[in-house]
T-cell receptor, first 113, second 111 residues
Framework: AQSVTQPDIHITVSEGASLELRCNYS??????LFWYVQSPGQGLQLLLK??????LVQGIKGFEAEFKRSQSSFNLRKPSVHWSDAAEYFC???????????FGAGTQVVVTP | DTAVSQTPKYLVTQMGNDKSIKCEQN?????MYWYKQDSKKFLKIMFS???????INETVPNRFSPKSPDKAHLNLHINSLELGDSAVYFC??????????FGPGTRLTVL
């Protein structure tokens, strides 16, 4: 069955430290891959996406993600987090069809001083 | 300028009532979606319209009826509201199967 897994439900990180959020997918072929962020009480904002090409993708707010076909992973990273990065992060995948996004369960990121 | 907007932002109503949520996008996209986010933050697609035609219809009770009067609008009407319908409903739009852009959400509370 097709699935998207975010193994970490909750991550706490110190301000200024690095952050890595994991995402694994199970699809027959390489799907389109996305990371969205949801700040408290807000909608979802696209951080970055991967369709094809360079496997290291740069996004907004200093985030990047790396697609690894062999591991079926699309992990999100940021070298130095800011307090404003505290939010819920969702990995999402879509097969090569009419954009039926399937979301992971989300990872809540808490940033401590 | 707001790209994808939803009204209302909050909706509190009694069980058994009928309510509608409206969505509008000014991005010129041809595809629009409704998603439901439950209390555990899990997001699941409900419907999708492409050029006013229904293309995705997930396993959703038929009390939920989407309507797309034109490419820029996708409304969601819910009949006979139940407690389990309480959730945040997100509208999104895209150009065909390209990146989806989300609205701010409508928090529905059924009492």
């Amino acid at each position: 069955a097709q699935s998207v897994t975010q193994p970490d439900i909750h991550i706490t990180v110190s301000e200024g430290a690095s952050l890595e959020l994991r995402c694994n997918y199970s699809y027959g072929a390489t799907p389109y891959l996305f990371w969205y962020v949801q700040s408290p009480g807000q909608g979802l904002q696209l951080l970055l996406k991967y369709f094809s090409g360079d496997t290291l993708v740069q996004g907004i707010k200093g985030f990047e993600a790396e697609f690894k076909r062999s591991q079926s992973s699309f992990n999100l990273r940021k070298p130095s987090v800011h307090w404003s990065d505290a939010a819920e992060y969702f990995c999402a995948v879509a097969p090569d069809s009419w954009g039926k996004l399937q979301f992971g369960a989300g990872t809540q990121v808490v940033v401590t001083p | 300028d707001t790209a994808v907007s939803q009204t209302p932002k909050y909706l509190v109503t009694q069980m058994g009532n009928d309510k509608s949520i409206k969505c509008e996008q000014n991005l010129g996209h041809d595809t629009m979606y409704w998603y439901k986010q439950d209390s555990k933050k899990f997001l699941k697609i409900m419907f999708s319209y492409n050029n006013k035609e229904l293309i995705i219809n997930e396993t959703v009770p038929n009390r939920f009826s989407p309507k797309s009067p034109d490419k820029a609008h996708l409304n969601l009407h819910i009949n006979s509201l139940e407690l389990g319908d309480s959730a945040v409903y997100f509208c999104a739009s895209s150009q065909s199967s390209d990146t989806q852009y989300f609205g701010p959400g409508t928090r529905l509370t059924v009492l």
